[in-house]
């Protein structure tokens, strides 16, 4: 992942303020001024739509569940919960997937069958902000681990370790690359006053490119056999050449 450059949201408030013709002042977040109220206001959109538009890795957290038979099977999501990562979910005690999520269907399907004595996997279903769990009531000790996008995007000044779901005061920072954030402002404040928005926009789509190219690593290209590879553990490649019956 490339390095992110950052800054406080008094600092993107002013960037966006001297790009659209305003005098910037030296605490955007005590303005009486109504283009810094609405500024101010925007800004918490623009981080919440962002949080949602791509997976971007430093909104990305593990919740780990560890289920006792006196459990109901239907757990808490994090505060923070925006979205589960597809395909992260495993049981960790057994080495083995999660099964899910479940459609309204299989869950039904499986609480009408009583297939508890014959279930393999845990299987798991989101609903009405719980993370649900089959076999219900679960067995004592599944490890139950899974990966999420975080709703928090903004560093809290008064506590750095902590990060919180939207701008409180000027000297808080939006995690987001300021150039970003920036630019994704400008394009929301310039549709409020009715202004073009066609430039801000194409700016804005360039950076959100580059910045979704640089967010993760990519594959090793395979250009043949001997290239350098890391495959993952399989029945074929994995298997050693002796020592079975021992």
């Known amino acids: 992942m490339a390095a992110t450059l950052r800054s406080s949201a008094n600092d993107i408030l002013n960037r966006v303020a001297a790009e659209v013709g305003l005098d910037t002042v030296p605490d955007p977040y005590g303005s009486a001024q109504q283009e810094f109220k609405q500024m101010r206001f925007l800004l918490d959109i623009a981080g919440e739509e962002l949080s949602q538009l791509y997976q971007w890795e430093f909104l990305n957290k593990e919740h780990q569940i560890t289920t006792l038979d006196t459990d109901s099977g239907d757990y808490d999501l994090p505060d923070d919960f925006l979205y589960m990562i597809n395909q992260t979910g495993w049981?960790?005690?057994e080495n083995v997937p999660l099964y899910?999520?479940?459609s309204a269907q299989d869950w039904t399907y499986l609480i009408g069958r009583d297939l508890v004595?014959?279930?393999i996997y845990a299987s798991f279903r989101l609903k009405q902000d719980k993370f649900s769990i089959f076999p219900q009531p679960p067995p004592?000790?599944?490890d139950i681990n899974f990966e999420y996008i975080s709703s928090c995007w903004v560093i809290d000044s008064t506590n750095p370790d902590n990060c919180i779901d939207k701008v409180k005061?000027?000297?808080d920072t939006p995690m987001f690359d300021?150039?970003?954030?920036?630019?994704?402002l400008k394009v929301k404040f310039l549709e409020?006053?009715?202004?073009?928005?066609?430039?801000?926009q194409s700016d804005l789509n360039q950076m959100f490119s580059l910045l979704n190219s640089h967010d993760k690593g990519s594959e090793?290209?395979?250009?043949g056999a001997g290239s350098r590879s890391y495959p993952y553990l399989n029945g074929i490649s994995s298997v050693g050449d002796s020592g079975y019956g021992l």
């Open 140 to 142: 004592n000790g599944l």
């Open 178 to 184: 300021r150039t970003l954030i920036s630019r994704y």
């Open 91 to 93: 049981e960790r005690a």
């Open 169 to 171: 005061v000027g000297a």
């Open 220 to 223: 090793i290209l395979q250009a």
């Open 117 to 119: 004595s014959q279930t």
């Open 100 to 102: 899910g999520p479940l």
């Open 192 to 200: 409020a006053k009715g202004l073009d928005t066609i430039k801000a």
